[in-house]
């Protein structure tokens, strides 16, 4: 099993920065790909940025440029950063985590989820 906790959201005005991070606990030793998800009111989740445990990272193009995401993995964090602001990033969102490994049981993960509104 594995908790994630987000942290970090909050209201921003178009074209400011916010950081979300997101704390991982218990079996994080099978922690492989880590991610971030965003839902809009209306919408389908999506990929946001996502990042292997080696360090491979892979953008929404909507955010390429703008938001970067990394990951410690002694600390068991993952971070993403976030630049130039708009109004289209209002979103829930999510820290997302797949175990894999051969001691552990493949599965997903979901945070609770934190609110990023943008003001324009």
């Known amino acids: 099993q594995v908790q994630l906790v987000e942290s970090g959201g909050g209201l921003v005005q178009a074209g400011g920065s916010l950081r979300l991070s997101c704390a991982a606990s218990?079996?994080?030793?099978?922690?492989?790909?880590m991610g971030w998800y965003r839902q809009a009111p209306g919408k389908e989740r999506e990929l946001v940025a996502r990042?292997?445990?080696?360090?491979?990272?892979d953008y929404a193009d909507s955010v390429k440029g703008r938001f970067t995401i990394s990951r410690d993995n002694a600390e068991n964090t993952m971070d993403l950063k976030m630049n130039s602001l708009k109004s289209e990033d209002t979103a829930v969102y999510y820290c997302?985590?797949?175990?894999?490994?051969?001691?552990?049981?493949?599965?997903?993960?979901w945070g609770q989820g934190t609110q990023v509104t943008v003001s324009s």
């Open positions: 997302n985590a797949d175990t894999i490994g051969t001691i552990c049981l493949a599965d997903n993960y």
């Open positions: 218990g079996d994080t030793i099978c922690i492989s790909t």
């Open positions: 990042i292997t445990s080696g360090g491979t990272t």
